[in-house]
């Protein structure tokens, strides 16, 4: 069975810029969730989807960050503008249902200049 | 809000050593997962625990609800079981379904 997919796994940027980021989860998988961890700080949550509604969005700094997953599939990330403390390791999971054990992705990790 | 400590925050030990991380939280809880983080960022499941003991492998977890404490234990440690090792919780109650995460204990084995 493939695990999550993520992509980029590295992204460089200035400040300012935008960026985006991919997530493709484990096939089936209904919920999918979006972490942020800084450096030497376990993950946070950013945002979590039910197939293709949004269950918890309440710690995603809306100003900047915006999530979707269209197709309750596939789950693009944006920042935009990127700021310093963005620079992150950018984490997705997915599991089979709320309840279920969450499979992680390798991460992408964003430098903001 | 649930509140997550891991004790201890970093550890270094001999190959072939008893290893234990401790976790602790501050309101019930649904589900306690242990998850192991390598350099580089991956991050891999290791139990999904609501009560008792689980083992796989040289790894053994235990939740004690009441307590609201569970601990990781690594017997027979090897330099490869070097990682971080994060502690995260599934507040009761319903709501939203996000885990609330520990800082994570840097385990370090040394050869």
């Known amino acids: 069975e493939a695990g999550v997919a993520q992509s980029p796994r590295y992204k460089i940027i200035e400040k300012r810029q935008s960026v985006a980021f991919w997530c493709n989860p484990i096939s089936g998988h209904a919920t999918l969730y979006w972490y942020q961890q800084i450096l030497g700080q376990g993950p946070k949550l950013l945002i979590q989807f039910q197939n293709n509604g949004v269950v918890d969005d309440s710690q995603l700094p809306k100003d900047r960050f915006s999530a979707e997953r269209l197709k309750g599939v596939d789950s693009t990330l944006k920042i935009q503008p990127a700021k310093l403390e963005d620079s992150a390791v950018y984490l997705c999971?997915?599991?089979?249902?709320?309840?279920?054990?969450?499979?992680f992705g390798p991460g992408t990790r964003l430098l903001v200049l | 809000k649930n509140e997550v400590e891991q004790s201890p925050q970093n550890l270094t030990a001999q190959e072939g050593e008893f290893i234990t991380i401790n976790c602790s939280y501050s309101?019930?809880?649904?589900?306690l997962h242990w998850l192991q983080q390598h350099p580089g960022g991956g991050i891999v499941s290791l139990f999904m625990l609501s009560s008792g003991k689980k083992k796989h492998g040289r790894l053994i977890a235990t939740i004690n609800i009441q307590e609201k404490h569970s601990s990781l234990h690594i017997t027979a440690s090897h330099p490869r079981d070097s990682a971080v090792y994060i502690c995260a919780v599934r507040s009761a109650g319903g709501g939203a379904d996000g885990l609330t995460f520990g800082k994570g204990t840097h385990l370090i084995i040394q050869p």
């Open positions: 309101v019930g809880i649904s589900a």
């Open positions: 999971a997915s599991s089979y249902s709320d309840q279920e054990t969450q499979y």
